[in-house]
């Protein structure tokens, strides 16, 4: 029996994004570092940082309303398409035995529309 205990799908995927924001924070301060190695004074770096981070910040947000706005465009358009349907289904309302009575080449046979003149008897067959 294998006593050990595995790890949940969420537990790895923690992990997961654990290391990768690990990684990232690495990078960082080696960016950081390098700015203050070329002479940059650490606190100017550190604020440069922090403006790349809040540029980025500022596209993704603005890029993000772009698209909201889009799909609430499309959204929109498919909605207002849809309404313009209502009147060509009342055009198709199912038809009553008077309306079929009407058409050109009405035939009493196939509707059982014993009360036509038209239909025949049982004396007549």
Not at 44 to 70: N, R
Not at 91 to 112: A, I
Request: hydrophobic share 45%; net charge negative; aromatic share 12%.
């Amino acid at each position: 029996m294998n006593t050990t205990t595995r790890s949940s799908t969420a537990e790895r995927f923690g992990r997961r994004l654990g290391r990768i924001w690990h990684a990232y924070k690495h990078q960082e301060r080696r960016a950081v570092a390098w700015l203050v190695s070329v002479g940059a004074p650490s606190a100017v770096a550190t604020a440069l940082v922090w403006a790349v981070k809040l540029v980025l910040l500022g596209v993704l947000l603005y890029a993000t309303f772009w698209l909201a706005l889009l799909l609430l465009f499309a959204v929109a358009a498919v909605w207002a398409t849809g309404r313009g349907d209502a009147p060509e289904e009342k055009m198709w309302v199912f038809t009553t035995q008077e309306d079929l009575r009407e058409t050109p080449g009405y035939d009493p046979v196939p509707y059982n529309d014993t009360d036509h003149p038209d239909f025949p008897d049982e004396k007549d067959l």
